[in-house]
């Protein structure tokens, strides 16, 4: 996906994003700060972020886990 591909991972168990969200929402926030603390560690000039909910999107491990993708240029839309 990108040469910077860095998967952060709660400990706790959520299956997804959304489950997280609606049980311990700090979660969230935190997964975020330390992608923001490791894209300033690294000297990112930009990074984007992905949580892939369901499998008809590309979910295959239903823990949730927060994608840090950088070192390239990216388009939108996505996909």
């Known amino acids: ?3 910077t591909h860095i ?3 709660p400990k706790r168990h959520f299956e997804n994003a959304a489950e997280a ?3 311990e ?9 330390l ?11 930009g990074y984007r972020t992905v949580f ?5 999107v590309g979910q295959s491990v239903f823990h ?6 950088a ?3 990216f388009t939108w839309p996505p996909g």
Request: aromatic share 2%; charged share 15%.
């Open 35 to 45: 992608a923001d603390e490791i894209a300033t560690s690294r000297s990112l000039d």
């Open 71 to 73: 070192g390239r240029s």
């Open 52 to 56: 892939n909910t369901g499998a008809s």
């Open 1 to 3: 996906m990108a040469p």
């Open 64 to 69: 949730a886990h927060l994608h840090l993708l």
């Open 21 to 23: 969200a609606r049980v």
């Open 25 to 33: 929402p700090e979660v969230l926030v935190s997964l975020f700060a």
């Open 7 to 9: 998967l952060i991972i």
